[in-house]
């Protein structure tokens, strides 16, 4: 029998790499249910080629309107008595509570969706605790750390995960805090969706990795470092107790770290992606982090350490912040001054521990990004 697993965001770049992944393991695994989010004809010719006992369709109209409308669908995709996996390809807030759904119903959830855990990795942990599902990173970092670790926790010393430091890596502030939405879109080793890809030139997508590998593999923040490696080989290193050192090595691609995700703990034959051929790999080369060239990603760690719902605050004002310059309505340069500006406000502080919470941090945020933004 093969294993039903369901795509949500089957439309995205996660979710098309998902498929093509599946679609060389067909023996072992079928797919139950899909989801889209406004690409209707993409979606439906996914569904003429699978046959998936579910597609669903949020169709919410455009825009950072997050969770809400279309829930229901995804809910349903993710909790559907058929699916055994869970791959979770949304993009934002949107995914949390389909995350939360599939854990509580035992499944395991293969996330991408990092944002999810990063608002709410408390109350991600207590679901998959209570209903006895499990997470396993697709996050190609989050992946490189899951296979060095080995099931060897108690002897985890550091996390390093890497970043490629995205399109401005060697720009100066001035230049950077001017560019236009078709330069930070030019990623210089990864073809990923457009928020993510924001994400990864201001390095957010960082912060939001190091808050994710704590809720992941509870390892406190001291222990989470972050270097720049501009050629995207090497995904994460994880050091021992004894000083020793592995690391994950391949050429960029999602299609590893997403089958791993299907088939943890165990390998299965694959020819899809091009081998690692450490020649062609050539120079590998790594650099620190210069934090006055990524003030966003310090802002996020400081959020990390402040904990409770500063994690979500920091991460809603950043997809309102995201949205506005793709809507090239703010320059880049404001997307990390209008985070900064949410997230100094420490009133707005508190537990992590209900939805309600989480939710009405995450709201509050929002209000404030856009208000952030206006004046
Ligand atoms: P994408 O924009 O290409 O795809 C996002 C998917 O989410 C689409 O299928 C869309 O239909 C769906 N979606 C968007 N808004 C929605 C909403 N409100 N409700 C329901 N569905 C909605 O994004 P992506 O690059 O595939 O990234 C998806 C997630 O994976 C993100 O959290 C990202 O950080 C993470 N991730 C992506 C990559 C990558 O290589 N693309 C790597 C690591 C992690
Ligand atoms: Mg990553």
Known sequence: MSIGVAVLGSTGSIGRSTLQVLARQR???????????????????????????????????????GRGKGTACLVEAAT?????????????????????????????VALANKETLVMAGELVAQAAREGGGEIVPVDSEHSAVLQCLAGRRTELARLILTASG???????????????????????????????????????????????????????????????????????????????????????????PILYAL??????????????????????????????RFPAYVTGREAARVGGTA??????????AVQLFLDERITFGRIAEIIDRVTEDARHDGDANSLDAVLAADTEARRLAREAACS
């Not at 996996?85 to 934002?92: D, M």
């Not at 201001?202 to 490696?229: R, S």
């Open 263 to 292: 088939t943890y703990p165990e390998r299965v034959p694959d020819q899809g992606v091009r081998r690692f051929d450490p020649v062609a790999a050539g120079t590998l080369t790594f650099e620190a982090v210069q934090p006055d």
């Open 166 to 256: 995205g399109p401005f890596r060697t720009w100066g502030p001035e230049r950077v805090s001017r560019a236009t939405v078709a330069e930070a879109l030019k990623h210089p080793t990864w073809t990923m969706g457009k928020k993510i890809t924001v994400d990864s030139a201001t390095l957010v997508n960082k912060a939001l990795e190091v808050i994710e590998a704590h809720f992941l593999f509870t390892v406190p923040y001291e222990q989470v470092d972050v270097v720049i490696h501009p050629q995207s080989v090497i995904h994460g290193f994880v050091e021992f107790v004894d000083g020793s050192v592995l690391a994950q090595v391949g050429f960029p691609t999602m299609e590893l």
């Open 27 to 65: 023996e072992r695994f079928r797919v139950v249910a899909i989801t889209g989010h406004s690409n209707r004809d993409l979606l439906a010719q996914q569904a003429a080629e699978w046959k998936p006992a579910f597609v669903g369709l949020v169709n919410g109209g455009k825009g950072d309107e």
């Open 311 to 320: 994690p979500a605050r920091f991460n809603a004002a950043n997809e309102v």
């Open 80 to 108: 559907h008595p058929d699916v055994t996996i869970v791959v979770n390809g949304i993009v934002g807030a949107a995914g949390l509570e389909a995350t939360l759904a599939a854990l509580r119903a035992g499944k395991r």
